[in-house]
Each structure stands twice: as structure tokens, then as C-alpha cells.
């Protein structure tokens, strides 16, 4: 029998078996809060004692990998938030095919049905935080190294397949230190040549291939306190920013439209002003969120800020760039689109399509790092970061299934 074959006869005849693994363990990972927040939000949340607490996923990873007989290295910036990265196969060809899945998870927020942290299962769905992002494909990703090596398949494979549980993807704080993908790929600690970082949803029907560069600008306008009786003696700054926001509003960008991003984006999302009814305020804040597409450089998208800015009469402003990242984008004609496209339209019965996206995930580290990488996995778009956040269960076994083959075509 072709290998292939192999491990799909493997899967449908330890269906019940693949599947109940499946749920136990994602069940177990879904029991521990490894809730990440930002530093400032910690008090919001006492039953943590640092921010991600992924060391409790990783305990398990750890147990599962022993069991299996896969080695596996341990990498942490900081006690308690450790990246863990099982290996299998041989370093012969020299390819690496990374399959990440992150440990940490959103807060439950209000409005679940059920306790977010006890897995419901129902109808072959499964409820709970981290079901979908990213406890169950990390599950996924760990059962499919456990066939290959079950079935020896894993001595098939010139290249490293690199099973990884991540820490940190769902928050960052504003100093910028990373204790998952980025501090991994700043210490030089992984090498991989492909990665799939199985974190959009779309339900397996699209491979992310192109996503926009993320931007965030603070704009503060300067005037002049004074007693809210006498307005003529200070300078408003909250008028002064109305200006401002109607300018911005109007904002048209320098930019080509992307044949996959298409157009970018730019969103006010926050202003603060003023301390009481009876004081002029001295100070009003914007935070501009803006999604850039390849060819839109710091630069210009400054300049035209700073275009908006001049043009308010006697105003007064500091614009200040509080992050950048470049938006990125790969030719999908490739062997990594291809091999998930053919073994989709096998196992699925369709073909996923290569598309584009405003928000940002691992990919776009790994990518910017000259790593070739897409996002691709299961789930519902619309169930992450959500109340009653859920996952089929048959999605999370064929993604195994396809983690399987993927890995079976890139690196024998
Ligand atoms: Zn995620």
C-alpha cells in the first residue's frame, strides 16, 4: 500500500480511538487557565500569578511526547512560560516543516452557556475556551507525530517535522518582549523552512497567504488647561482633535490595491480627553489602527498623517508611531500550498483557497523571518476569541489526518 494510503486506512480504522484521544486531551488542556493577558490586566484575574502560565499545558505536552517516545527540546525566556518542541524524523534533507500551536488563551469573557474551562461535548462539537484557539489543533498536531511514529513512518522522513506548543501569541505587552515565536526565531533557537500555523479558522477552506501589515499611531493634541469658566483663557484640545478626526476621516492612502489584501485600512479606535466638566483640557489622545498592504512604506504613511496634522489651523500635535509591523505575502505557487491543497481535495473532497488577511498570526513572524508560512486549519472564523467558543471534533481529526500527509509530501 502507498504510504499515504497507509495512514488513511490507519485513521479511518482508529476512528473512535483518534477521536476519543482527541477529546480527552484537549479536555485536559481546556481545565488549565493559561489565560494571557497583558501585564496591566493581571489584577483582573487572581487565580494567575504571572501572565500565560502555559508551563501547565506544557506538563502535559511533555507526558504525551514521553509516551509517544518523541525527544523533544524545551525552550523558555522566563520560568513557567516554556516553548516545547518535539522533533521527529531525520536531518538529512535539510527541510524543516514547523507545525505550532500556541498554549495560552484569551480570558472566558461573559456570556457562555456553560463553564468555559469544562469541555462540553455535544452533537460531535466541542464547547469550552482553547477548543479551537489553539488547545484542540495542538491536540491535533500531537496525535498525527503519534501515528507517524506508530506506524513508522516518521524513519520516511529526510526532514525534521517540528511539533510545537507555543507560548505567548494572544497578548503583548508594550515592551515588546515575546516569549513564544518571536523570542524562538530571535535566539535562533528553531531554523524550520516551512511552517503552517493552524490559528484562522475557515474551517480548512482557506490558506492564509498574504496578511496586512499591523500599525498603531497615537496622536495627542496640545493645548492649554485653564478653569472651565473662563474657556477663553485656555486652549481646547478636544476641539482642537475634532479637527483633526475629520481630516483623518477623509484620509485617502498612497497605496495600489494588493491582488489578495486589497485595500488597506485605518481605524480610530480610541480617544481620550479631558479630566472634568469645569477644567479646559490641556491634552486629547487618538490611537489610529492601521492595516497596510505591501508597498505602503513608514514613511509616506506618516507624511500623509502629518499632511492631516499640518493642515488644522493653529493646531498643535505629536504623532507618535507605538508599533509597525510590514505586511507580507507569498506567491502561492508553491510546494507548501500545493501539497495542502492536493491532500485536502483528497481527504476533504474540496480545495482551499489562498486568500488574505487584515489580522496578523504567526505566520507573518515566521514569513518575515524568510520562513515560508501560511495559516491554515479548522474551526469556524467567527468561533475564536467568542462566548461558547467550539470546534468540531471530525475537523480536528482530519486536520491530523492532513498534518500527516502534509508532512509525508514536504519532507521524504
Ligand atoms: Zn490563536
Not at 494510503?5 to 482527541?22: G, T
Not at 521527529?88 to 498554549?103: I, Q, T
Not at 489584501?261 to 480610541?270: F, I
Not at 505575502?329 to 501539497?339: K, Q, R
Request: negative net charge; charged residues 25%.
Amino acid at each position: 500500500m502507498e504510504t499515504k494510503a497507509i495512514i488513511k486506512w490507519y485513521f479511518e480504522d482508529h476512528h473512535n480511538e483518534i477521536k476519543n484521544r482527541i477529546v480527552d486531551l484537549v479536555r485536559e488542556m481546556v481545565r488549565e487557565k493559561t489565560v494571557n493577558v497583558v501585564s496591566e490586566k493581571l489584577p483582573e484575574h487572581p487565580y494567575l500569578k504571572f501572565r500565560g502560565e502555559e508551563y501547565r499545558i506544557a506538563k502535559i505536552i511533555r507526558r504525551e511526547l514521553d509516551k509517544i517516545g518523541i525527544p523533544y527540546e524545551e525552550f523558555a525566556r522566563m520560568e513557567g512560560r516554556p516553548n516545547v518542541i518535539g522533533k521527529l524524523g531525520m536531518n538529512v534533507s535539510g527541510k524543516r516543516l514547523l507545525m505550532p500551536g500556541h498554549m495560552d488563551v484569551v480570558p472566558a469573557g461573559d456570556g457562555w452557556d456553560s463553564d468555559p474551562y469544562k469541555v462540553i461535548e455535544k452533537d460531535g462539537v466541542l464547547f469550552g475556551r482553547g477548543t479551537l484557539d489553539n488547545k484542540g489543533p495542538l491536540v491535533s498536531i500531537i496525535i498525527a507525530a503519534e501515528v507517524l511514529k506508530r506506524l513508522g513512518l516518521d524513519k520516511q522522513l529526510k526532514g525534521e517535522l517540528l511539533i510545537a506548543a507555543l507560548a505567548d501569541e494572544e497578548a503583548e505587552d508594550p515592551d515588546g518582549i515575546d516569549y513564544g515565536i518571536g523570542y524562538l526565531l530571535e535566539e535562533k533557537l528553531i531554523n524550520p523552512t516551512y511552517a503552517v500555523v493552524p490559528d484562522i479558522g475557515e474551517n480548512m477552506k482557506s490558506i492564509d497567504v498574504a496578511e496586512k501589515g499591523r500599525t498603531v499611531f497615537k496622536v495627542k493634541a496640545i493645548g492649554k488647561q485653564a478653569h472651565g469658566s473662563t474657556p477663553e483663557r485656555g486652549i481646547n484640545a478636544v476641539y482642537m482633535m475634532a479637527k483633526l478626526v475629520g481630516k483623518i476621516e477623509n484620509l485617502k492612502f498612497n497605496y495600489e490595491v494588493h491582488p489578495v489584501l486589497g485595500h488597506p485600512s485605518l481605524n480610530l479606535g480610541e480617544i481620550h480627553g479631558g479630566a472634568a466638566p469645569n477644567i479646559v483640557p490641556g491634552t486629547c489622545m487618538i490611537y489610529l489602527d492601521i492595516r497596510t498592504v505591501p508597498g505602503m512604506m513608514k514613511e509616506n504613511v506618516l507624511n500623509q498623517l502629518q499632511q492631516c496634522i499640518d493642515k488644522v489651523e493653529n493646531g498643535k500635535f505629536e504623532l507618535e508611531v507605538m508599533s509597525w509591523n510590514e505586511p507580507h505575502a507569498i506567491d502561492p505557487n508553491n510546494e507548501l500550498v500545493h501539497s495542502i491543497i492536493n491532500n485536502s481535495k483528497e481527504v476533504l473532497g474540496f480545495e482551499p483557497k489562498p486568500f488574505g488577511m487584515g489580522g496578523g498570526t504567526f505566520a507573518k513572524t515566521l514569513n518575515l523571518k524568510g520562513v515560508m508560512s501560511v495559516g491554515w486549519g479548522p474551526g469556524d472564523d467567527e468561533a475564536f476569541h467568542v462566548a461558547n467558543e467550539y470546534v468540531e471534533i471530525q475537523q480536528l481529526v482530519d486536520f491530523s489526518l492532513l498534518t500527516c500527509m502534509v508532512s509525508l509530501d514536504l519532507l521524504s
